[in-house]
């Protein structure tokens, strides 16, 4: 496979918008190719590139490779920064590190839609606030080939929709409330604060089921 490599031989190129791999819809993966050393390797490297980037996903359109490929984790690592506050307004939760092969998402509709900040490692130095749904079903085939399904709610139904996303050509920017398009330095600046305040003082809607003070 044609990836390119950064200096370190285990990471890939992370490919920034503009580029349109990042808006081509992406190939299904031959499930039989998933099992071979190759797709394994690669399977190997986005892990290392998204952890390494830091980020809680990535897509193989992210590295400049057109297939329905996508890994995700969350681990708890990544929140030392992070106050229970936010963690529990945002209903993030461990996310075991996850092969997705030719995913498909279907929204649970009853549990309604959040809006939260999302960053993307494709479009660096910003990040907006997304209405997602809060609880999605996902179907996909795993690291071994075989089909899994599990339901998400709250940042892990967040990352798992982005990730699909990228593979159907769309970014976040896409579906950002504009108005509350930050760059990463504000919005770390505004940490701890709940969405609430921020979607006041800059003039962004948030969900109509996202009820209550923040
Ligand atoms: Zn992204």
């Known amino acids: 496979m044609a990836v390119r490599l950064n200096d ?14 990042l808006r081509r819809p992406a190939e299904p ?68 590190f996850t092969v997705l092969v030719n995913p498909v998402v279907e929204r649970v509709a009853e549990a309604g839609v959040v809006t939260f900040y999302e960053g993307c490692l494709s479009v660096p130095g910003y990040a907006g606030a997304v209405e997602r749904a809060r609880t999605v079903r996902l ?37 950002v409330a504009i108005r509350s398009l930050s760059t990463v330095e504000n919005l770390a600046n505004r940490r701890g604060r709940p969405i609430a305040e921020l979607a006041e003082e800059l003039g962004f809607t948030l969900s109509r089921d996202q009820a209550g003070p923040g």
Request: overall charge negative; hydrophobic content about 45%; charged content about 25%.
């Open 29 to 96: 993966v031959d499930p039989a190719v998933i099992v071979t050393s190759d797709f394994q390797r690669l399977i190997d490297q986005m892990r290392a590139t998204m952890v390494a980037a830091p980020g809680v996903g990535l897509a193989a359109p992210q590295v400049g490779l057109g297939i329905r490929l996508a890994v995700i984790e969350d681990a708890p690592e990544r929140w030392v920064d992070l106050d229970p506050r936010t963690l529990a307004e945002r209903e993030r939760s461990e996310l075991a």
């Open 139 to 175: 179907s996909a085939l795993g690291a071994d080939g075989e089909p899994f399904s599990a339901i998400y709610t709250g940042w892990p139904a967040r990352i798992v929709q982005h990730e699909v996303d990228h593979l159907n050509g769309d970014i976040y920017v896409d579906r």
């Open 8 to 21: 370190d031989a285990s990471l890939l190129q992370i490919v920034a918008v503009g580029n349109p791999v």
